[in-house]
């Protein structure tokens, strides 16, 4: 059985960082698509980042860019989404799923292969 395990969530402060690891069991991470996705409550889901672990490609939302950084360690089966300065609008769960392409994440996106359980991130002022 696949599972997406993420952590690393957790409670700061405005402006603070966090990194969040997405690591998977039963499934390794080759030539797939890796993205983040987060959910606000009472707001819909929205894309955050995505890397192609097969050449690295990455795409980031437009009000994550140049904050958030997304990485892939093959050797460690593992993606990481480095945030910094973060914002209270940052809050939400935070959720790492797979897809085959970064097409279809921006695309289809409700086309996942896998989808992890989630890990809270929450930014207070």
């Known amino acids: 059985e696949v599972q997406l395990v993420e952590s690393g969530g957790g409670l700061v402060q405005a402006g603070q960082s966090l990194r969040l690891s997405c690591a998977p069991s039963g499934f390794t991470f080759d030539d797939y698509t890796i993205c983040w996705l987060r959910q606000a409550p009472g707001k819909e889901r929205e894309g955050v980042s995505c890397i192609s672990t097969a050449d690295n490609i990455t795409y980031y939302e437009d009000s994550v860019a140049g904050r958030f950084t997304i990485s892939s360690d093959n050797a460690k089966n593992t993606v990481y989404l480095l945030m910094n300065s973060l914002k209270p609008e940052d809050t939400a769960v935070y959720y790492c799923?797979?897809?085959?392409?970064?097409?279809?994440?921006?695309?289809?996106?409700?086309?996942?292969?896998?989808w992890g359980q989630g890990t809270q991130v929450t930014v207070s002022s």
């Open positions: 799923a797979v897809y085959d392409t970064i097409a279809t994440f921006l695309y289809r996106q409700s086309q996942y292969d896998y």
